[in-house]
């Protein structure tokens, strides 16, 4: 059974940064892409970036690109997301997943494994 618990949200003001945390259980961390995905009040959950088992390749939604950086250290079994230029249109519930293939996938159908989320609040 894998484990995933994303820590690091809170409350930031528009324009300000927050770095999210995502620690995996397990053994098998570095053979897997891993995603963040986040989900506002009364919307879908939507895909905001991943990254792959070694760290060299990265993804992003459009909406973020730029402004977002995702990155890994297998050797401690986390994954980040550092957020810039927040605003308030990010505000959401954040959540790292595991994806089940070996090349990206940016559905949630393709990710087997969820943390319980953070939550950002970004106010203007």
């Known amino acids: 059974q894998v484990q995933l618990v994303e820590s690091g949200g809170g409350l930031v003001q528009a324009g300000g940064s927050l770095r999210l945390s995502c620690a995996a259980s397990?053994?098998?961390?570095?053979?897997?892409?891993m995603g963040w995905f986040r989900q506002a009040p009364e919307k879908e959950r939507e895909f905001v970036a991943a990254?792959?088992?070694?760290?060299?390749?990265?993804y992003y939604s459009d909406s973020v690109k730029g402004r977002f950086t995702i990155s890994r250290d297998n050797a401690k079994n986390t994954v980040y997301l550092q957020m810039n230029s927040l605003k308030p249109e990010d505000t959401a519930v954040y959540y790292c997943?595991?994806?089940?293939?070996?090349?990206?996938?940016?559905?949630?159908?393709?990710?087997?494994?969820w943390g319980q989320g953070t939550q950002v609040t970004v106010s203007s």
């Open positions: 997943a595991r994806n089940t293939y070996p090349v990206v996938k940016v559905t949630t159908d393709a990710y087997d494994y």
């Open positions: 990254i792959s088992r070694g760290g060299g390749a990265r």
């Open positions: 397990g053994r098998t961390f570095s053979s897997y892409v």
